[in-house]
């Protein structure tokens, strides 16, 4: 993914290209949840991006289908308010949208799918447009004519599906000497089926063989009963033409191979394949030449076990030799045809989180990049470096969880823990085969000790994953032996990233220690420098809940007692860079500064406390990357970043400064850069600025804010900065900065000239 | 060469004329972000000094965007003549170039052949 288009203000449910027929201009047209649609044109100094140029408001409901047919400039938009709206999108000299037609469906259902082309023949260019969503029945609609008002006309009920139809598309029959039309419609009742739409009488086809045992049963719905109507002086007929079946589950989309040479289907089904149909040159009868994706599932296996859980996209790359699909996890497989072989060959392709992003932490040394969603999972996310080329790829899913995921740290570069939607908060061990792959694509050397373990496994119906044969007797003494034995059958050592069905399967961490304590969702996480104590925090509103909680890394134990002083949910904690302080923010506007004990480094006690630090509450806190000093920012909804610095007894403020909307995550270079410290600051909005603060007279000054067509869409829920070692620093020309945000996206954003 | 002030905004614009008679880069300085046209003609002195300016300004790119596609049937679409796909990411719009990618990786699995 190049570039994330901003414009839309809820979920986007549907997406077409379409171009001007008479300027040749492209554009790209959205629809979503919000009830508009957006028509975005391709940039012509950058041909790779598109920038919104209108938004066509109109709709009641969500709008769930957008058509386009070649040649016309016609394009049509179903909703959930149960009508079909005809647009004109025109680019000669300026552009012009105008809504031309409102079709009310009778009888009232939703439209899911639509399919537009034009009818050839005709005069004015006729256009039939056909209509199916939360009804059993395929609808055909005509147009005489595309070029004045078309004046779509309901012609036609095509029935047989006996659930709703989630698809339809329009192809050219090859096949017939004839210019028909193929239409494919498909439906929950996990059927396809194929429609003629011909010019002139219906021809009369083969009558079906009523003892044909494949279609036993199935007989009364199967008509051939032929549908005629007149379209721009011209007559038109269509006629059911053949039944596709062997899926298992519903069916989400179908599409024809745009390579004219082929008559193929593609559809994506629920039943975790995608499958491409053929005419079978010498019967004429439509099969499956190929099926992709679990063709047998386990019985009761859950994404959480690696099923796919439904495809819900299917589409055919323009050459007609590749296919992608859209999986529940929100991951895009990639299957290529290999011509000589005559086979799909699976192909690795891109992830990422499909619920809000909200956190993410490097590897101590800058090694990968971990972030963690509330779509209850965790991801390493590492740079794959090959010849003159580097790319980045998500490397490892180490927790597919039945919480959402709330805060991460590192423990180390084999360990992190996380904490979610629960009580409780994880560890995680890094399994070997991991640490070879990373080691052996991007390069990320660390101690590969022998007693890593292998990669876990989550038992069907279970919770938490376990190391793979924990249940077995342990075979001791014999390390390297041992863990090759017990390695799981398909190796993940390849040569490119793994492909995503190896990720949801076997790239899992095994859980390593459970951190019990808190009463209330987790909210919070910090782990020292030193890796020895972890600091948590929950969901709280009371003093008695609203503590902080400390655990000692080398045995697990809490450290009794907790600290307290806030009154409601710690939002973030932060240690100082030597660990001698701890700091925590609240949403009770109040931050406070624990010092640890010189005689037991284990204990914390209240320092200084602020309970005004902000007018708002206060939801990030980091410290200066110093020791002489003592200097943090907090991040206030209040719009402001304060920077404290320590005085005798206390802390006070040096340097507000003043952003646009309510801050949400603040975070420091981890290293001082040219006698300054740089800062990075994330709102709600979604807008990401740097800022550089002297190190001597702490005074701000803005560098960059990223600019909102490349920066998240909604809050920013943690910002990171690659680490980088202290004795490069100064001569770096560009620093990294991972950004997490509740608009699902995790990124990684490169910063040059920060300092001139 | 003009500096806008940004209208009252505190945020400003920068224009640099790069050489006589070629091209002029436009800088917004809020984000530090350049974009390049037309042709025109200005001093060269000028020219220079804002060129050091400006080649010393902070500069953002992406790296790298991990984002999931919305489970809807229709939020994705192939474009035949570009090679782009775009598709629905929450309330975003992605766009990806798969072909891009495979040409990459055919590459790498002949260079291990």
Redesign the interface.
Known sequence: ?????????????????Y?CPASGT?F?V???V?RTIKV?K?QE?D????KQVASLEGHEGSV???AVAEGTDIVASGAADGTVRIWRIRAQDELKCESVETITMKPRFFP??LALRVLEGGNGKPLVLAVAGTATSVQIYAAESSIDKPNFQRRAVLSGHEAWV??LSFTQDIQGKTKDLLLASASQDKYIRLWRLCKGEAQVSATIDEDDPLLGGMEPTLSNKAHEFKAAGSKYSITFEALLFGNEDWI??TAWN?DPAKSQLLT?SADNTITIWEQDPASGVWVSGERMGEISTQKGSTTATGSAGGF??G????DGK?V?S?G?????R?W?HDSEADIWVQ????????RSANGVQWEPSGGYLL?TSA?QTT?L?AQWL??D?S??H?FSRPQIHGYDLNCIDTLGPGQFVSGADEKLLRVFNEPKQIAELLEKLTGFRQAIEGDMPDTAEIPVLGLSNKAQGDEAPVEENEDSNGAALSAPATSLLT??PPLEDQLSRYTLWPEHEKLYGHGYEISAVAVSHDRTIIATACKASSVDHAVIRLYDTSDWHEIKPSLTAHSLTITDLSFSDDDKFLLSVGRDRQWAVFARSEQDPTTFSSWSTNPKGHSRMILGAAWAPTTTDRIFATAGRDKSVKIWQKTDDAFACKTTIALTSAVSAVAFLPTPYKNNFILAAGEDSGAVS?HKIATDSLEAQH??????L?AP??TITQLSWRPVPATEVDSRTHF?LAVASE?????????????? | VKVDDGGGEGLGRIILIDKPDSTIIFCDAATALFSATTIFSADTTETSKLAQVLASMASVTTDYISVGGNRHPGAADWDVQSGVLAFGADNNVALWEPLVWSIECSGIALAIL
Do not use: C, M
């Open positions: 993914v190049y570039a994330l288009l901003v414009g839309h203000s809820d979920k986007v449910s549907v997406v077409r290209f171009t492209k790209l959205t629809g979503s919000d975005w391709q100094d041909p790779r991006n598109y769930n289908a957008i899911l799918t989630r698809s989400y989309t745009p994506a819900w996209i589409l055919w790359s323009p590749q992608v859209l529940r996890t929100g991951s895009w990639v290529q192909k690795f392709g891109i992830s990422g989180h499909v972030s779509d991801r996310h090959r010849d080329k790319s980045w998500e040569d490119s740097i560098i960059v804010t990223i600019d909102p490349i869409s909604k990294e608009d699902t996206s995790a990124r990684i954003y490169a910063i040059s000239n920060i300092l001139s």
